[in-house]
């Protein structure tokens, strides 16, 4: 048959953002944990879409890993960006972290989607969607295609609408 293109995505976003919670939603049923832990360094997940097959590199947001991030840009094709919409604390670093990141070298110069999860609108107090993307200043992301859904990881909602639109720019 047809093999699906492979994919390489990078799941980064703070730590107890939900970047695990999200990539368990996207797996197959039968292979999804009954159980998210804090990711220490990181996982490798795969799953398949309608013409994909994804490896996701499912990074530790904590500090301490932060800097095993860069050692996966060269070969990503998309990054998943993970934002708690609920932590107004810690948008700056979520911010900081985006910079950082899109002034890398390895990033800077090529055109792969980023799709942002403002994650948790479950929470009362969270963000709304636009609301995150005016703190983040996504609005400057020129050179890059760039989505943000919101969405809530543990009842699954949001998520197939971003991985969709993910998809739509990775055929
Ligand atoms: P690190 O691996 O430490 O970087 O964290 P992570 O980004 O992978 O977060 P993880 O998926 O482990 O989720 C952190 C906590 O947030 C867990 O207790 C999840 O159940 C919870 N969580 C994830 N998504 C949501 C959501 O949409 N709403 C709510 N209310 N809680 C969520
Ligand atoms: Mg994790």
């Known amino acids: 048959g047809l093999r699906k293109k492979e994919v390489n995505v990078l799941c ?15 797996k197959p049923s039968n292979t999804q944990a009954q159980e998210i832990v804090p990711t220490i360094g990181f996982n490798i997940e ?3 879409s309608s013409s994909l097959s994804f490896t996701v590199f499912d ?8 800097n095993l991030w860069e050692h996966y840009y ?11 919409s609920g932590d107004k604390l810690r948008m700056v670093v979520a911010k900081e972290e985006l ?6 070298e390895d990033i800077r110069s090529k055109k792969m ?9 479950d929470l009362r107090d969270a963000m709304s969607s636009v609301r995150v993307s005016q703190m983040l200043s996504l609005e400057n992301i020129k050179d890059k295609p760039w989505h943000i859904c919101a969405s809530d ?4 909602e ?12 990775c055929v």
Do not use: C
């Not at 910079?99 to 890398?104: C, E, F, G, S």
């Open 59 to 66: 990074m530790s947001g904590q500090s301490r890993y932060r």
């Open 153 to 156: 990881a543990i009842k699954g």
């Open 12 to 26: 980064l976003g703070l730590d107890n953002s939900g970047k695990t919670t999200i990539i368990n939603q996207l």
């Open 99 to 104: 910079d950082t990141l899109l002034k890398h």
């Open 158 to 169: 949001g998520l197939q609408e971003g991985l969709d639109w993910l998809q739509g720019k």
């Open 46 to 48: 795969k799953f398949k």
């Open 74 to 84: 060269k070969e990503s094709h998309a990054i998943i960006f993970v934002i708690d």
């Open 113 to 121: 989607p980023v799709l942002f999860f403002a994650n948790k609108m």
